[in-house]
Nanobody
């Protein structure tokens, strides 16, 4: 079974960058789709990005296109989310998730990390 742990969140100013990490343990995530979602206070879980590198598929949510980049380090069994030009509306708890299906829907993923808080001040 795969376990996921996110890290890298913090408090930044608008326009800054952050890089989140999603470290997997238990088994390789090589054949999984790994996605990032976020949840702002009082809101539902929002799709951010997903990658399935075995098939070369990557997809981004519209609010983050051109600003966020999802990537993977096979040797470290870790997926990253590079977030540039951050905006106050990016403030949320960010979760990574892994699953067999390449999907932008949260209910398509059965393995979740605990989340990491990102706060962007104006």
């Amino acid at each position: 079974q795969v376990s996921l742990v996110e890290s890298g969140g913090g408090l930044v100013q608008a326009g800054d960058s952050l890089k989140l990490s999603c470290a997997a343990s238990g088994r390789t995530i090589g054949n999984y789709a790994v996605a990032w979602f976020r949840q702002a206070a009082g809101q539902g879980r929002e799709f951010v990005a997903v990658g399935r590198w075995s098939s070369g598929n990557i997809l981004y949510g519209d609010p983050v296109k051109g600003r966020f980049t999802i990537s993977r380090d096979n040797a470290k069994n870790t997926v990253y989310l590079q977030m540039d030009n951050l905006k106050p509306e990016d403030t949320a708890v960010y979760y990574c998730a892994a699953g067999e299906i390449f999907s932008r829907h949260a209910n398509g993923y059965r393995i979740w990390g605990q989340g990491t808080q990102v706060t962007v001040s104006s």
